[in-house]
């Protein structure tokens, strides 16, 4: 019953229907350099629909045109992918990738707008977010996509997998800035445990393996659950054609990482990386919340603390350790900074598994320890903070006039209270507001998103 899936209720009842409004009010003052779109994707099944697991509703991507101060429009479309109107993943003849929730998270690259989901192909998008169609990258691309690919803010090549629970088990993809696929790579020695997410530095890619694994009798439909059989483990492997060949695997702790905050190789040549992970007891509350079953946690996530990873490639060694005890999620940074050593990271925070404590949006500085919260107000949740640059910040790990912080966060707010959103412009400096722009309607809290400058994609700024 839909009344005991919390994934269909407060922060997170679906929106019923596809929306196109214009001339949004804004408080305060937009800055000039906001010009562009913000999308974001979540699960948000159609109207009478009840999916078995959170992540198996129907992907919705919701757009916000911002230009020269202004708000222009909003609107929010479900892609439009067979799994839609009720294609089954697996038929008779194997998986069929096309058949995708397409509701994980929406990027750019190379001019193409792609809605995607960690089981499936891509699907592009118009820049008004109407479904184009699975794409595949001109048939080279012959796996699943993982929804977490990196782009080289140096080369503009966009590095991803896809994964699967039969051999080969990973396979590593390099797109260039064109959009090509120009290198691709089976993985020895990966096994059938759940990679969502991956690091990538300026000299290496770096894969996780944590306890969660395969599991053809999970009932959900989403087949992997907690195995203390299956090792945790960090796979390093040099970038380049040859990398695969190369690459070492590296025992660490139990647990399991969902997404990545970032990596790089230190002055000692060391890969550290870093990122929200869970304990056996935080999966399964997790879980829990996830499928709608009893013995859940109040929250989608539990438990959820940063931890560091710090491997020694010399001695063979890991040490680690949790830097933080605060429980975050959807961890973001200014991504120039990815794969080279950053101070400055983001996150969403949640109350604890006992409930305690609110949401908020969360800088770390990573040189000092520090920790500060923006706390958005009672009945409110933020989706995650998407760093934009401010105008004449530089790109490449500092190379230019601006501080690492110096821009913006842009994250989605769902407030119970006035049955509405909002997005909510801060200062990812100080964390003061700066704007709010509000939403024609309430927006379901969602999962991940982008910012794309006019820049990045020809006909943004059409309506």
Not at 2 to 20: F, R
Not at 420 to 427: E, F, G, K, N
């Amino acid at each position: 019953m839909t009344a005991d899936k919390p994934y269909l209720k407060g922060h997170y009842t679906p929106v019923a229907e596809e929306v196109t409004a214009t001339a949004l009010t804004v408080e305060g003052s937009l800055p000039p350099e906001l010009t562009g779109r913000l999308l974001r994707n979540g699960h948000n099944p159609k109207p009478g629909v009840t999916p078995t697991h959170w992540f198996k509703g129907s992907g919705m991507v919701h757009g916000i045109r911002l230009c020269d101060g202004r708000a222009e429009w909003y609107r929010n479309r479900w892609v439009h992918t067979p799994a839609l109107d009720g294609a089954p993943y697996m038929t008779e003849h194997g998986p069929d990738l096309t058949a995708s929730a397409a509701g994980t998270h929406v990027i750019e690259h190379a001019g193409r707008l792609l809605a995607l989901c960690e089981a499936n192909l891509p699907f592009e998008l118009t820049p008004e977010l109407e479904t184009v169609g699975a794409y595949d990258f001109q048939g080279r691309l012959r796996t699943a996509m993982t929804a977490h690919p990196k782009e080289d803010p140096l080369t503009g090549e966009l590095h991803f997998f896809g994964s699967s629970p039969f051999p080969p088990f990973l396979t590593y993809y390099v797109a260039d800035a064109k959009g090509d696929i120009v290198h691709s790579a089976e993985i020895p020695g990966a096994s059938a445990s759940l990679k969502h997410d991956f690091a990538l530095t300026r000299r290496h890619v770096v894969f996780v393996e944590g306890n969660v694994t395969f599991d053809p009798t999970e009932p959900s439909g989403i087949p992997y659950g907690w195995s203390d059989r299956q090792l945790s483990r960090i796979g390093v492997m040099p970038r380049g054609e040859d990398g695969a060949g190369r690459i070492r695997w590296f025992s660490i702790e139990p647990g399991n990482m969902l997404h990545v905050a970032n990596a790089y190789e230190d002055g000692q040549g060391r890969i550290v990386l870093e990122g929200p992970t869970v304990d056996r007891e935080g999966f399964r509350l997790s879980w829990n919340w996830w499928v709608g079953a009893p013995g859940r946690g109040t929250e989608p996530v539990s438990r959820s603390y940063t931890r560091r990873w710090v491997v020694d490639m010399a001695s063979g060694t890991v040490d680690e350790q949790i830097t933080d005890d605060l429980a975050v999620e959807f961890p973001t940074l200014n991504e120039d900074y990815l794969g080279a050593e950053n101070r400055y990271q983001y996150a969403v925070a949640f109350p604890d598994e006992k409930g305690f404590g609110g949401y908020g949006i969360v800088k770390y500085d990573r040189t000092t320890g520090a920790r500060r919260i923006h706390q958005v107000g009672d009945a409110r949740m933020p989706g995650e903070a998407v760093f934009v640059p401010a105008a004449g910040s530089g790109a490449g790990a500092g190379a230019g006039a601006g501080g690492e912080d110096d821009g913006y966060l842009l994250t989605v707010v769902s407030d119970l209270k006035q049955d509405a959103s909002h997005l909510l412009v801060l200062d990812a400096s100080g964390l003061d507001r700066i704007a709010t722009v509000h939403l024609p309607h309430r927006v379901s809290a969602g999962l991940h998103g982008s910012w794309i400058p006019d820049s990045a994609a020809p006909g943004a700024g059409t309506s």
